[in-house]
């Protein structure tokens, strides 16, 4: 599971750089599926991550800015970094013994709703699997080049 956390961190940091090349219009522009946006995909990466993991695994108590708060690629990049380093001890202290314990999530309606850490912190890899697919879809879409998804040579495994 952990190679598959410093996957998507990679994944995040060359679409971070990614963005660098792209104008902050291109960045904001409304497009079809998911977020709906390129900015605010990342944004919602991010907070997503630290959300299931410091707020709900951990039991930390977390802010979460709004994006307007953060809403530049530079501000949104930073505050992705500090929310790394609050989880990443989580991440690279993982065992099997964490594996079945149990989290409450309170969902949007208000029920509870249980769940393994095991299975949140699958999601939470899939989760951002799935939008770094609609990046590299709109990234198509205004004609560059996207990142590459590629596991294989980002020397996880050596």
């Not at 929310?83 to 029920?111: K, Q, S």
């Not at 949140?120 to 989760?127: D, N, P, W």
């Amino acid at each position: 599971m952990l190679k598959l956390f410093e996957y998507n961190w990679q994944v995040r940091q060359d679409w971070f750089d990614w963005c660098e090349t792209v104008s902050e219009e291109e960045l904001m522009k409304k497009r079809t599926g998911g977020i709906g946006y390129i900015l605010p995909t990342l944004y919602h990466i991010v907070a997503v991550e630290y959300g299931w993991i410091c707020g709900g695994i951990q039991g930390i108590t977390i802010e979460i800015p709004s994006f307007e708060a953060v809403a530049g690629l530079q501000q949104i990049r930073a505050w992705s970094a500090r929310c790394h380093a609050e989880l990443a001890p989580f991440v690279y202290g993982w065992n099997d013994g964490l594996e079945d314990r149990i989290m409450i999530d309170i969902t949007d309606e208000g029920e509870r709703e249980a769940h393994t850490y095991g299975e949140v912190m699958r999601h939470v890899i899939a989760h951002e699997i799935h939008h770094i697919g609609q990046l590299s879809v709109w990234s198509r879409e205004i004609g560059k080049k996207p990142v590459s998804a590629n596991l294989i040579g980002r020397g996880l495994f050596d």
